[in-house]
């Protein structure tokens, strides 16, 4: 079996292991048949498969049928360092589970792992309504990887957790996401995403948390988890680009079609109104901030203090890598703020980073409209608008951040979040074009194609 | 901290939704983050503090006299994922050892008038756990008489006090689990353990739960089963009219609460209080709709005040040492209701009475402070009112003129302590005929009264108030801690039960452990639970 699957963690000299992944796989291919992409089975796409960990290694390029895509196991390359923070400094990092945080390490592998499977299950319909070769191509290729981040969660438990692990991970393919009896474990991962704005949003908020989730496990003392997650960071870096770069794509064929007709209600022209992605950001953007968890959370606060998660970059940053003393202020709607213990504030101070990178990628769309005489500017809304975790949850207020009644929320949703009606208007813009090289009328042509190949590249070969 | 006060009503519940119906009844749970006894914790997730338990409480009893109709009570939550994560740990880990340890004997009598409610009243418990229930929830869930668990492959049911906290679960969890559900010790050790829980068919295997539901058809299938369940009730159960609680509401002072058949006396200088029990002023026949007497009924009224008047005593006064129960009234009147009570014991009405009254009985047996009962000329000690002086870790009798007490057939078995004997059987243990030969009418004067065994010393009436006083005195100048102690074991001889265990293993072990710095020292698990900094444990097994 291994010679199938690509690995740089030696699993042809583990008999534990192969022993693990020979019941699980062929478990994970069912899920694949049953949760993936259909009626794609046969379709040859033009996909980069990991195959090594070197440069050349993890962008090979070549046409594949995705059931025989090679899944692989990657461990970045073993790099000299210690522990970087938390009541372990300086120590080497570790090999094995330590047995007194087992637990911890169990539910924060086990929350990651839950993710991966989750957003392909949401995409499941998407390929459908592609807007492009291009995006369908792109949007095979994230599933894919979303399914290898899948394999590096289930490695993980298999390799360190024994029973208990491999059961946690036949469970990653047995919950799905939106299901009434088994759901996934995070709210964000169980929001349907039901067109291709949604996907997008997804993209740039939703798998933007997971490079600061996994960025806060690439400091982690358990080096396995580590390397583990610095390799999918690599791969995590596409996920956000599709998502930036499709909305950036629909926010540029607005702003023209808008430039071109005068008209602002762009629906009618075949374009998506900038209102209504306002509402889509509103609507992920604040979903996306929940996936962080409590801005005062103990769980975050033990994870920081046994090695597990660091801050973002924790290593490079200059500071105390205790983090014993000192108080996260945390502002709250309406004035006043939350003094919270620096160790417990651990999920804001991510999700503090998050926000800035959010806050480029919003610039780089409103750039699109500014190069066009767009007057219309996209926003992040306030942090606390929205929210169903955390301090802010169960808080009203508008984007703005303006603390308001429960009824005025109730009157204001309707304007700030989409609509059913808005929902079936971006729906019926939704009819697939796969002729190579031609694209939707409500999203622009990416500048260039994938790996350096042609727009008009044939990037899926129909069966 | 103010005083807290155990009376509540439904209708002003703030954690607790309370349906009751012609024969079921629901209980969700739905605490209010801000609405906790002190400010300094939030009651996240449902999890509870006293708050919760007093509103629990209050809905277990109501049930049995307000509710009878009803055969099926369903205990749920209203979070979504999530059913009980048991006690506030930053309540606990703020809260003094006393406080602590009487929380969690309060939590575990409530959650024995639950199992008790199931076996005498016919109400039956089922924990409908819609999501995560751990600790606290869990050991909730263990009282009830059917544990289902909503299968989502999520939720877990765990008791994670021990990797998490470095304590135990206070409320009979182990116990429980082992005893009542006979669940095997080696994989009750690896789930007391095993901080994540267990969810699905292996909570079911191992025999955590009894059942799972399906989370899109939990509610569907949960009414499926309490129907079944509320077809084996008697028939003629379902739609049965109750008697509603009034409050108590006693006026109280600076140093005395005053109830309607009983006063509350306090010498906080001294560390001294008093009981005292007015007997009944006049007794009616019970009418053949018993219902008809409603709470103004002596006996009901009594103990539902004493039980009050105890639990102020354990939370409101943890100074006072010594707790004097006196009695005035006319002992023959006592004795005539004793035989009413007796002959309709198994009337409805009269039995719950009768189980409140044991309740109230039990909960002296287990309230850390000393009782001495003092029987005086006036007294009425008769029967049913002579298990306080029974219930007392001594009782002095007076040889004045026309001091009386009298033993009756309620002392026979009808009000059994927590290890399943009656007081008299368990105060003569290894004369069990003999104990039972005295459960019947007789009036004793003190000397009688000595000669049977039924007092512990008979001063004469010169040296009444220097015997007793010297007596208070001296009890009151030992170690309080000692007192305890030696009280826990003095009172329950005699055969283990559930119960029993229960309150020992408590009593022993976790608040052993309460203690120690490695749950409550500066580096303590419990104390820093939440806080940034791990616990350090001094590695010595004792």
Redesign the interface.
């Known amino acids: 079996m291994s010679y199938e699957i690509p690995n740089n963690v030696d699993l042809d000299t583990d008999p534990q292991l192969k022993r693990a992944l020979a019941t699980w796989q062929p478990q994970y291919l069912e899920w694949w048949r049953e949760a993936g992409p259909q009626n794609y089975d046969t379709s040859r796409i033009y996909l980069r498969t990991a195959v090594g960990i070197t440069a050349e290694g993890w962008a090979h390029y070549d046409y594949v049928r995705m059931p025989e895509y090679r899944w692989g196991i990657f461990l970045a390359p073993p790099v000299k360092r210690k522990i970087g923070f938390g ?1 372990h400094p300086d120590e080497e990092p570790w090999q094995q589970v330590p047995g007194e945080y087992r ?1 911890e390490l ?2 924060v592998i086990v929350t990651q792992g839950d993710t991966e499977p989750a957003s392909v299950e949401q995409n499941h319909h998407l390929a459908t309504t592609a807007p492009s070769l291009y995006d369908l191509r792109n949007l095979f290729q994230l599933e894919v990887e979303e399914g290898r981040h899948l394999w590096a969660m289930a490695y993980l438990l298999h390799r360190y957790f024994g029973r208990d692990g491999r059961e946690e991970a036949d ?1 990653l393919l ?2 799905r996401s939106g299901d ?4 996934r ?1 995070l709210h964000a991962f169980n929001a349907p995403v039901r067109d291709w704005v949604d996907y997008y949003c997804f993209g740039m908020f939703a798998d933007r948390d997971g490079k600061y989730q996994l960025a806060a496990l690439a400091e982690s003392a358990l080096d396995p988890l580590s390397r583990t997650t610095r390799f999918m960071l690599t791969e995590e870096a596409f996920h956000m680009f599709v998502g930036e770069t499709g909305i950036q794509r629909i926010v540029r064929r607005t702003a023209e079609v808008m430039r071109q007709s005068g008209r602002s209600d762009v629906f009618e022209l075949g374009a998506i109104p900038l209102e209504i992605v306002q509402k889509y950001v509103n609507n992920w953007y604040s979903e996306s901030l929940d996936l962080f968890g409590s801005e005062d959370s ?1 769980n975050a ?2 994870y ?3 090695g597990l998660k660091g801050r973002y970059q924790e290593s490079a940053l200059a500071t105390d890598h205790r ?2 003393d000192g108080v996260y202020e945390m502002k709250m709607p309406g004035g006043g703020e939350e003094q919270i ?4 504030a651990m999920n804001a101070l991510l999700r503090d980073a998050y926000v800035q990178d959010c806050t480029r990628g919003l610039k780089r769309w409103n750039k699109e409209l500014e190069e066009r005489g767009v007057e219309y500017r996209l926003a992040l809304p306030d942090i606390a608008f929205n929210r169903k975790v955390g301090l802010y949850a169960g808080l009203t207020c508008t984007p703005e951040g303006k603390l308001i009644s429960a009824e005025e929320y109730e009157q204001g949703r309707k304007l700030w979040l989409v609509t059913e009606d808005e929902r079936a208007r971006v729906a019926a813009l939704m009819k697939p074009v796969f002729e190579p090289g031609k694209f939707a009328g409500w999203i622009a042509p990416p500048p260039r194609g994938v790996n350096n190949q042609p727009l008009d590249y044939r990037y899926v070969q129909f069966a | 901290m103010d005083e807290i006060s155990f009376e509540t009503h439904p209708s002003r519940y703030r954690h607790l939704k309370f349906e009751a119906g012609a024969d079921r009844a629901q209980l969700t749970l739905k605490v209010e983050e801000t609405g906790g006894l002190r400010p300094n914790y939030l009651l996240k997730l449902n999890s509870y503090d006293l708050s919760v338990d007093i509103e629990l409480a209050d809905a277990v009893n109501r049930l049995r006299f307000e509710h009878p109709g009803v055969s099926v009570v369903t205990i749920t939550g209203a979070i979504d994922g999530i059913f009980c994560a048991g006690a506030n740990i930053f309540m606990l880990a703020s809260s003094g050892h006393g406080f602590k340890v009487n929380f969690c004997k309060f939590t575990n009598e409530t959650r024995l008038a639950i199992e008790e409610a199931s076996a005498e009243s016919g109400q039956r418990y089922v924990a409908a756990l819609n999501g995560t229930t751990s600790g606290g929830g869990y050991e909730l869930a263990l009282a009830c008489d059917e544990i289902l668990l909503v ?4 939720s877990v049911v765990s008791l994670p006090e021990l ?1 998490f906290l470095g304590v135990l679960p206070g409320t009979g969890g182990l116990t429980r689990m082992v005893d009542k559900r006979k669940v095997r010790r080696d994989l009750a050790d690896v789930f007391s353990t ?3 829980g267990v969810r699905g068919e292996r909570a079911v295997k191992w025999g955590l739960v009894d059942a799972l539901l ?3 058809r939990f509610n569907e299938l949960l009414e499926k089963r309490i129907n079944e369940l509320v077809a084996c009730a008697e028939p003629g159960r379902a739609g049965r009219s109750g008697v509603v609680l009034d409050a108590l509401e006693p006026s109280s002072t600076e140093d005395e609460i005053r109830y309607r058949h009983l006063t509350l006396k306090l010498d906080r200088r001294r560390r001294l209080a008093e009981l005292l029990v007015a007997g009944p002023e006049r007794v009616e026949p019970i009418p053949e709709h018993s219902t008809a007497l409603s709470a103004d009924w002596y006996p009901l009224r009594l103990f539902r005040e004493i039980d009050d008047a105890l639990l102020r005593l354990r939370f409101n006064y943890p100074e006072i040492g010594v707790v004097l129960v006196r009695s005035s009234g006319d002992l023959r009147r006592v004795l005539e209701l004793e035989r009413a009570v007796y002959e309709r014991r198994n009337d409805y009405f009269v039995k719950e009475t009768l189980l409140l009254i044991k309740r109230a009985l039990k909960r002296m047996d287990l309230t850390a402070k000393s009782f001495f009962t003092l029987v005086e000329p006036d007294s009425c000690f008769g029967g049913f009112l002579f298990e306080l002086a029974l219930a007392s870790d001594r009782c002095y009798m007076s040889t004045g003129r026309a001091a009386q007490i009298a033993t009756g057939l309620l002392n026979r078995g009808a009000l059994p302590m927590g290890n399943g004997l009656s007081r008299l059987r368990t105060r003569f243990l290894g004369q069990p005929d003999y104990a039972d030969r005295l459960a019947s009418e007789r009036v004793y004067n003190a000397e009688e009264a000595f000669e049977a065994g039924l007092v512990t010393a008979i001063p004469d009436e010169l040296d009444w108030e220097g015997e007793i006083r010297l007596a208070v005195d001296e009890r009151l100048s030992l170690s309080p801690d000692g007192l305890t102690g030696m009280e826990a074991n003095l009172r329950f001889p005699g055969p283990e039960t559930m119960e029993t265990k229960i309150f020992a293993r408590l009593s022993a072990w976790q608040n052993w452990i309460f203690q120690r710095p490695n749950a409550v020292g500066p580096r303590g698990a419990l104390k820093l ?6 616990p350090e444990f001094d590695w010595a097994r004792t």
């Open positions: 009541d637990k169990r539910r469970e047995f919950r009434a009896d088994h759901p474990i103990s606060a033990a920081f203090a046994a983090a014993l213990p620096l160790r417990r | 299968d989502d492959r999520r990797p095993l901080a994540e399906a989370r899109s639970y939440g806080q940034p900094e791990r």
